[in-house]
């Protein structure tokens, strides 16, 4: 049975061009980039040449890239660095509802220790009121934490005005754009950004390696003791096979940028056209217009998401009833209540998430499947 892969907001594969600059370091380039002999000196070359590969996708220094583990591990280190970097200025942080629980439960914590989070609605496609987060900010506000691209609905935010914003009031900006890299064009000095997360998983790199970048002028505390990496911010032996990846992926993501949105806007566009076409009862969530170019996430009254999800299995279609992340949990998605999504419609969501390998035919097979399943599984 064929698979077709919707759900590329979840993960990606490796593509073959990152996985081949990976292998070497596997196996013959193996040297730790700590070590002063040539295999450990290969290591470290390769560690400046995918940090110099990152800096220039997102038009940063090489000094400001922070090779992690993961998006959420990049999101930890933000937050909870700046944090305890800058309490003594301030306590107030200011977030989003609809954050990724990287985010969320990382500022839960912060307010377990005396900081105070203002928590911002979003209206009912998803993004801040930028009134409401100017009239939010307080003389202790010390950081600004907003995702670039919503991981569920795909809402883009208004990066360069919530930027603005920061800059103005002197508050540092962080965004998780673990979601937006690779399907928008980033640039950290046209945003405003001062902090920034980034996971290679999500645009055809290895899973387990992330990117945290820093402005220069931003004071963060490290969180993990142990040897002096990453410039004394994040110890522990870098994973140089990673990090080759990501440096490759993040490259071809920006040069493929154009064609790839173009393509992913033509099918989702299509997408939606067909649910509208053949369904009624349906609901789509997020934003038309400023949206995730492959981002295509619909409520369908009173049915069950996870149902259908199952049963579009048997049919070898990949999608997701929500974040990757909250897989296993019952509680309907924080995202949906923050929009006013209806309680016949919550529990009925499927996200689906286009990628590189996706095509019109795939779409179709998909739309023939969904209307033979969900009249069987209606309630």
Do not use: W
């Not at 919707?6 to 081949?20: G, I, P």
């Amino acid at each position: 049975m064929k698979i077709r892969y919707f759900d590329h907001a979840a993960t990606t594969y490796v593509k073959l061009e990152v996985l081949k600059e990976m292998l070497p370091y596997f196996r013959l380039n193996y040297g730790n980039p700590s070590s002063l002999y040539s295999i450990g000196r290969k290591s470290k070359k390769a560690i400046d040449i995918a940090r110099k590969r990152v800096a220039e996708a997102i038009n940063a220094k090489t000094k400001e890239i922070y090779f992690t583990s993961c998006g959420s591990e990049s999101d930890n280190l933000a937050i909870k660095g700046v944090a305890y970097a800058n309490k003594n200025k301030g306590k107030h942080i200011i977030t989003s509802k609809i954050e990724h629980p990287a985010v969320l439960n990382t500022c839960k914590r912060l307010e377990e220790e005396g900081f105070e989070i203002t928590y911002l609605n979003v209206d009912c496609k998803g993004r801040i009121s930028i009134e409401e987060l100017e009239n939010a900010i307080k003389e202790d506000t010390i950081l600004i934490t907003i995702m670039f691209a919503n991981n569920e609905i795909g809402t883009i935010e208004p990066i360069e005005e919530i930027g603005k914003i920061a800059k103005k009031h002197n508050i540092i900006f962080h965004t998780d754009c673990v979601q937006a890299i690779g399907n928008v064009k980033i640039d950290v000095k046209k945003f405003n950004i001062d902090l920034l997360s980034i996971s290679a998983h999500k645009f055809y790199g290895p899973k387990g390696v992330g990117v945290l970048y820093v402005k220069e002028s931003i004071n963060f505390q490290k969180l993990q003791d142990g040897g002096h990496q990453e410039k004394d911010k994040r110890a522990g032996t870098e994973n140089v096979a990673g990090i080759v990846g990501i440096g490759k992926a993040i490259e071809l993501a920006n040069l493929n940028l154009e064609r790839y949105n173009k393509k992913l806007t033509f099918l989702k566009d299509y997408c939606i056209n067909q649910i509208e076409k053949n369904f009624k009862n349906v609901k789509l969530n997020g934003s038309k217009i400023n949206r995730l170019p492959g981002n295509i996430n619909y409520s369908f009254s009173k049915i069950n998401g996870e149902e259908l999800l199952l049963k579009l299995d048997e049919y070898g279609i990949c999608v997701s009833s929500g974040s990757a992340c909250s897989s296993g949990n019952d509680s309907p998605s924080h995202v949906l209540k923050a929009i006013g999504v209806k309680e016949e419609y919550i529990n009925g969501t499927i996200r689906i998430t286009l990628g590189e390998e996706n095509t019109k035919q795939d779409v179709d097979f998909l739309i023939r499947c969904l209307k033979e399943i969900i009249p069987k599984i209606s309630k």
